[in-house]
T-cell receptor
Framework: AQTVTQSQPEMSVQEAETVTLSCTYD???????LFWYKQPPSRQMILVIR??????QNATENRFSVNFQKAAKSFSLKISDSQLGDTAMYFC?????????????FGKGTKLSVKP | DSGVTQTPKHLITATGQRVTLRCSPR?????VYWYQQSLDQGLQFLIQ???????AKGNILERFSAQQFPDLHSELNLSSLELGDSALYFC?????????????????FGEGSRLTVL
């Protein structure tokens, strides 16, 4: 079975500082995608960053970057220069089938608060 | 704006009732997915449709059903509602290659329909 675990239910960070959110996963598939989605209070799910398992290079999107450790099945999200607008729930998600089937498996989420 | 439209945004109803949630995918997307988000269960995949046909099924109750119409919009029908069905229901769509496979892996989510069962 595929699972995604986020061990930090809540985190807080000061504005302009850096924070890392943790995620571990389990899958027996060799081809898969990993995602971080953000859900602000407006509740819409927004893609933050995506990583293909076959790519060794860690994905980056502006202030957001990941540390993908395939052997350890770890996929952490680093947010640099945190901004007040980063306050949201963050969900780690796994697509075990390389896009060939329907569902993403989501973790329980980490609630991030950015404080001024 | 993801381009995925869901209606209604909020819905309050009583136990035993039936409701229909509607979703319009992004223009050109053939795949539609339904997810349920509740405090205790988190985000749970319910069902996927591709070009009118069911493609994958998750933890969808027998009291729930869905369909995708020729114009690609989708409806999720929830019947014999119970208190525990109170949740946020998301629709998402994706680009698809043949047979419903996602091109980039990304799902585009709507704003959700908040269902409250009293």
């Amino acid at each position: 079975a595929q699972t995604v675990t986020q061990s930090q239910p809540e985190m807080s960070v000061q504005e302009a500082e850096t924070v890392t959110l943790s995620c571990t996963y389990d899958t027996s598939e060799s081809n898969y995608y990993l995602f971080w989605y953000k859900q602000p209070p407006s509740r819409q799910m927004i893609l933050v960053i995506r990583q293909e398992a076959y790519k060794q290079q860690n994905a980056t999107e502006n202030r957001f970057s990941v540390n993908f450790q395939k052997a350890a099945k770890s996929f952490s999200l680093k947010i640099s220069d945190s901004q007040l607008g980063d306050t949201a729930m963050y969900f780690c998600a796994l697509d075990s089938y390389g896009g060939s089937q329907g569902n993403l498996i989501f973790g329980k989420g980490t609630k991030l608060s950015v404080k001024p | 704006d993801s381009g995925v439209t869901q209606t209604p945004k909020h819905l309050i109803t009583a136990t035993g009732q039936r409701v229909t949630l509607r979703c319009s995918p992004r223009s050109g997307d053939l795949s539609v997915y339904w997810y349920q988000q509740s405090l205790d269960q988190g985000l749970q995949f319910l069902i996927q449709y591709y070009n009118g046909e069911e493609r994958a099924k998750g933890n969808i109750l027998e009291r729930f059903s869905a369909q995708q119409f020729p114009d690609l919009h989708s409806e999720l029908n929830l019947s014999s509602l119970e208190l525990g069905d109170s949740a946020l229901y998301f629709c998402a769509s994706s680009e698809s290659t043949g047979q419903g496979a996602r091109n980039t892996g990304e799902l585009f989510f709507g704003e959700g329909s908040r269902l409250t069962v009293l």
